[in-house]
């Protein structure tokens, strides 16, 4: 099968390609770095020639409503209208679990984007998870002061980027379903001590402060909502615990990358 992966050079992206590679499907990545740019929308036709699957997991870093908004209702807007010129059968939008009740900031943007997804002629699919592991160190690495780091309060059941890149082959190999079962983390954990278990393991002395965002975005984050489960429907259990996945992240690093520290971005 023919995939396209829009974003298949970020986080979960490059986790979504190699799983689809693994299975042996022809994988087209949708980037700049290979002519095309979703944002634009340009070149999007003749690289979904032929395409039977997008898998969208284009992202962008912000805490801005308007900002959130304006990206995925953008790239959304421009891949589905080259998808249903070029005959796509199947349309996959990765979100988030639990966010329903938050329309603010990041959050805003996507439920903004499920909206067009569902409204579309395209056949789809919404599959939503929870945080990933890697979004501690993405936050420890915009949040740190000198010897502190800020940590919105935040509780969920965080899963492995890499198990959210397999379930989305799952989702797009099973073809269109509106709703696919919420994928979650095996246990509940807080940001502030996902972080702090990651300097600990590192040998990164530097104060963790848990801090409670004002708003509706930081109720959310501290709810629990991000858990999962509230809503009652299908679910799917992730199996790499977040000690785990520090584990495997530490032998996968390069000597050099493990000197420069834990707050070295995404």
Do not use: C
């Amino acid at each position: 099968m023919r995939i396209a992966i829009a974003g298949g050079t970020g986080t979960v992206g490059r986790h979504v390609v190699a799983a689809a590679e693994r299975r042996g499907h022809d994988v087209v990545v949708l980037s700049r770095a290979n002519g095309v740019d979703v944002a634009a929308g340009t070149r999007l036709g003749a690289a979904l020639a032929g395409a039977e699957v997008v898998v969208d997991v284009l992202n962008t870093t912000t805490l801005s409503t308007r900002k959130a908004v304006s990206f995925f209702t953008m790239t959304t807007r421009h891949l589905l209208a080259a998808e249903e010129a070029a005959g796509v059968r199947h349309h996959v939008a990765l979100s988030i679990v639990g966010i329903d009740d938050i329309d603010a900031s990041y959050y805003a943007g996507k439920l903004a984007q499920e909206r067009l997804v569902r409204a579309s002629r395209v056949p789809h699919t919404i599959a939503r998870t929870t945080q990933f592991h890697e979004f501690a160190e993405q936050i420890a690495s915009q949040t740190t002061f000198g010897p502190i780091t800020l940590a919105p309060r935040t509780l969920s059941r965080p899963v492995a980027a890499s198990e959210v890149g397999a379930h989305l082959v799952d989702v797009a190999e099973s073809g269109p379903a509106g709703r696919a079962p919420d994928l979650v983390g095996p246990r509940d954990d807080t940001l502030a001590g996902m972080i702090r278990r990651m300097y600990a393991h590192d040998g990164v002395s530097r104060r963790v402060l848990d801090i409670r965002f004002p708003g509706t975005y930081g109720a959310g984050l501290a709810s629990g909502v991000l858990r999962g489960g509230g809503g009652g429907g299908a679910r799917r259990i992730g199996e790499t615990t977040f000690d785990e996945w520090l584990a495997i992240r530490h032998r996968s690093r390069k000597p050099e990358s493990r000197a420069a520290g834990p707050s070295a971005g995404t």
